[in-house]
């Protein structure tokens, strides 16, 4: 059964930083490209970041870029998504996503071509 489990959202103000993971389990990880996907209340979910297999290649959404780092451990299964200077607008609940790409391919953007999706966790930043 192929699992995608994120963890690490909570409550934080404007400023700060906070790292959210998510953990791949049932296929073999390094087969993989990830992406982060987010959806505020309302509004449409959007690409955040994504990362090919090997981790050497990633790619940002603009809104975001500069200030979240995206970034994957083999050993443990599992893609970061580290956010520093986080602002009220990044209000959303984070999704992960593995899809079956080519070696040194960055996933898409679009949240449905992906293989497999996670169930979301919240990140809350006060103002």
């Known amino acids: 059964q192929v699992q995608l489990v994120e963890s690490g959202g909570g409550l934080v103000q404007a400023g700060d930083s906070l790292r959210i993971s998510c953990r791949l389990s049932?296929?073999?990880?390094?087969?993989?490209?990830m992406g982060w996907f987010r959806q505020a209340p309302g509004k449409e979910r959007e690409f955040v970041a994504a990362i090919s297999r090997g981790g050497s290649n990633t790619d940002y959404a603009g809104s975001i870029k500069g200030r979240f780092t995206i970034s994957r451990d083999k050993a443990k299964s599992t893609v970061y998504l580290q956010m520093n200077a986080l602002k009220p607008e990044d209000t959303a609940v984070y999704y992960c996503?593995?899809?079956?790409?080519?070696?040194?391919?960055?996933?898409?953007?679009?949240?449905?071509?992906?293989?497999?999706r996670g169930q979301g966790t919240q990140v809350t930043v006060s103002s």
């Open positions: 049932g296929r073999v990880f390094s087969s993989y490209g």
């Open positions: 996503a593995a899809d079956s790409v080519r070696t040194a391919e960055v996933p898409s953007r679009s949240f449905y071509e992906y293989d497999y």
